[in-house]
């Protein structure tokens, strides 16, 4: 949340207060504590976004800024649902493990997939990078405004965010012909999906541990692949429909797999 008032202790410190956070999954609460410094400011309706960096990579932030405003005012237009966080912060960290973390309003990166300079980047790594801050976005919605109860349902966060980012990149960059990339997604998760020990896309979990064992191929690519299957089967305004249904009667709660069949119904 953004500020809301800064006092001055008198001794050399500060204390910040910050806005009240709305009804939100622990998993997506991030502190970032480091030397960062901050790009200028763009806006997306009431939104305003930034890019956070460490202070040697400053002056590169201008590709996630142009691709994050196009996206989210996508993302409002297709949920019909405004972004549902007071701010946009999308940080880039050293040495981060994952690719990226949808933390609601404070959205981390691996630093390679958000600082993208498009002097030199090859179009491939320009691709990527607007298509994982696309997927991270869609989980301002599909996964932190309406959470799955439990991981067994991962694949309602994963294959639809995965889906969501190629079709949002479809619609705004038509030249990348960014379904073909998808198909390679999809050969490689049909490949795992050969094996012995391959799994469902809807899982029985137990513990959080082996929640961590399902973000894979098979969860983001083929559970994807399946996501688009449906849309195909139903056609794109029925399945908007359904998608802004599920939304609004599940925002800021929580959802099991049937949930969102139902509301497609
Ligand atoms: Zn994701």
Redesign the pocket.
């Known amino acids: 949340q953004p500020e809301e008032r800064v006092v001055a202790n008198g001794d050399g410190t500060k204390t910040v207060h910050f806005q009240r956070t709305p009804p939100l999954s622990s998993y997506l609460l991030a502190l970032a504590v480091g030397a960062f410094v901050v790009s200028h400011t763009r806006r997306c309706g009431q939104t305003p976004i930034r890019v956070w960096s460490v202070p040697e990579k400053r002056g590169m932030a201008s590709f996630a800024l142009a691709t994050a405003v196009e996206v989210l005012s996508r993302l409002e237009r297709y949920f019909d649902i405004p972004h549902p966080y007071a701010k946009l912060d999308l940080v880039a960290v050293p040495d981060f493990e994952f ?4 933390n609601a309003g404070a959205v981390f990166f691996r630093e390679a997939l958000l600082l993208v300079d498009p002097r030199s980047a090859s179009h491939g790594e320009q691709v990527r990078a607007a298509e994982v801050i696309c ?2 976005l ?2 301002m919605w599909f ?1 932190n405004l309406v959470t799955m109860a439990w991981w067994d349902d991962l694949w309602l ?2 294959s639809f ?2 889906w969501m980012a190629f079709t949002i990149l479809d619609g705004w960059r038509p030249e990348w012909q960014v379904w073909r990339l998808f198909q390679h997604g999809r050969a490689a998760a049909l490949e795992v999906d050969a094996l012995e020990d391959t799994h469902p896309v809807y899982v029985a979990v137990k513990s959080p541990e082996e929640a961590t064992e399902n ?1 894979d191929l098979i969860t ?1 690519q083929k559970g994807a692949s399946v996501v688009r299957m449906i849309e195909r089967f139903l056609g794109e305004r029925s399945f908007r429909t359904g998608v802004r249904r599920y939304l609004r009667a599940h925002r800021e709660g929580n959802t099991v797999g049937a949930d969102f069949w139902n509301a497609l119904a």
């Open positions: 690719g990226a973390m949808e997927h991270e869609a989980h996964g966060n994963e965010a995965t973000f983001y």
